[in-house]
């Protein structure tokens, strides 16, 4: 079992940045690849990007490429999501997921299995 909580979610112009944290318990942080996923209203939810147990490879979505950046901090079972040039399709519910192991699949939501219970982040402009 693993337990996530997403933190770090607010309110914020058009430009600005925000950092989310997601905190990690129950299980070896340093054991599974994490992602981040979101969900706005009425939309599915989709893959943001994705980090590999020790931090060094890290994947995004196109429409977050060069201004998100993941990373973890295994000491801590902390993973991170800095978000800047936040626009208002950025509006959404921001999840934190751990990986199964033994997929080669990072964007698929089913290959994720805990999940936080999001945080909030809402971009106006």
């Known amino acids: 079992q693993v337990q996530l909580v997403e933190s770090g979610g607010g309110l914020v112009q058009a430009g600005g940045s925000l950092r989310l944290s997601c905190a990690a318990s129950g299980r070896t942080f340093s054991s599974y690849a994490m992602g981040w996923f979101r969900q706005a209203p009425g939309q599915e939810r989709e893959f943001v990007g994705y ?29 991170y999501l800095q978000m800047n040039s936040l626009k208002p399709e950025d509006t959404a519910v921001y999840y934190c997921a751990t990986k199964k192991n033994g997929y080669l699949d990072y964007v698929s939501i089913r290959v994720y299995d805990y999940w936080g219970q999001g945080t909030q982040v809402t971009v106006s402009s």
């Open 51 to 79: 980090i590999s147990r020790s931090g060094g490879t890290t994947y995004y979505a196109d429409s977050v490429k060069g201004r998100f950046t993941i990373s973890r901090d295994n000491a801590k079972n902390t993973m």
